[in-house]
């Protein structure tokens, strides 16, 4: 089964507009990290913003910010303002201490393309 | 700045000639993992290092390798390799595997493997 799923594959957001990337997740365990990445076409892996499972706030960071819905298992990235340089593909990913350690578990992607 | 290095960038060899990709690191961090990347896809974990304890996915195939011969040092080696093994590789490393908290894996700049 899926743990995450990015039902977006791609994007196109005018240049100063918001846009919000979806992000739905699968656990039973109840404690879990939830992150987003961000890959430019240079290729580079950049994190970008982490919610863990008992955080009561959603996570902020700059221009990026998680909406975090707990009862519906979902994780969106909202960045504001959008720039030319946020063109990248985003990744979701979870980690699950409990049941899988270590790894990371990433969705497929959403390729994100800011319009002049 | 980097706290992530690999070398090269872009490696090109031949069909079934060995090759090894390197990545090094400066966060002094105890587990580096090797991913695969196609082309639009999610990176897929290969294995990992916990310190000097290895880690194999169990469809990683036998062809890769991996070596660790310090804390900052970790190598992928790929034997025989074939035109499916084209991909980008990277590296990452985190402090830790088993706790939970905003750790994020840190990525290197990734090696575009060519196969010719």
């Known amino acids: 089964a899926q743990k995450i799923t990015q039902t977006q594959p791609g994007m196109f957001v005018q240049e100063k507009e918001a846009v919000t990337l979806d992000c739905t997740y699968d656990?039973?365990?109840?404690?879990?990290?939830l992150f987003w990445y961000k890959q430019p076409s240079s290729g580079e892996m950049i994190f970008l913003i982490y919610q863990g499972s008992y955080d009561q706030q959603n996570a902020t960071e700059g221009r990026y910010s998680l909406n975090f819905q707990k009862a519906r298992k979902s994780a969106n990235l909202v960045i504001s303002a959008s720039q030319l340089g946020d063109s990248a593909m985003y990744f979701c990913?979870?980690?699950?201490?409990?049941?899988?350690?270590?790894?990371?578990?990433f969705g497929a992607g959403t390729t994100v393309t800011v319009r002049a | 700045d980097a706290m992530v290095i690999q070398n090269p960038r872009y490696q090109v060899t031949q069909f079934g000639k060995p090759v090894t990709l390197s990545c090094s690191q400066t966060?002094?961090?105890?587990?580096m993992y090797w991913y695969q990347q196609k082309s639009s896809q999610a990176p897929k974990l290969l294995f990992h290092y916990y310190d000097k304890d290895f880690n194999n996915e169990a469809d990683t195939p036998d062809n890769f390798q991996s070596r660790r011969p310090n804390t900052s040092f970790c190598f992928l080696d790929i034997r025989s390799p074939g035109l499916g093994d084209a991909a980008m590789y990277l590296c990452?490393?985190?402090?830790?595997?088993?706790?939970?908290?905003?750790?994020?894996?840190?990525f290197g700049d990734g090696t575009r493997l060519s196969i010719l």
């Open positions: 656990t039973s365990d109840p404690s879990y990290g």
């Open positions: 990913a979870m980690r699950e201490p409990r049941s899988n350690d270590y790894k990371l578990s």
């Open positions: 966060l002094n961090h105890n587990v």
């Open positions: 990452a490393t985190s402090r830790d595997r088993a706790i939970v908290g905003s750790q994020p894996q840190h």
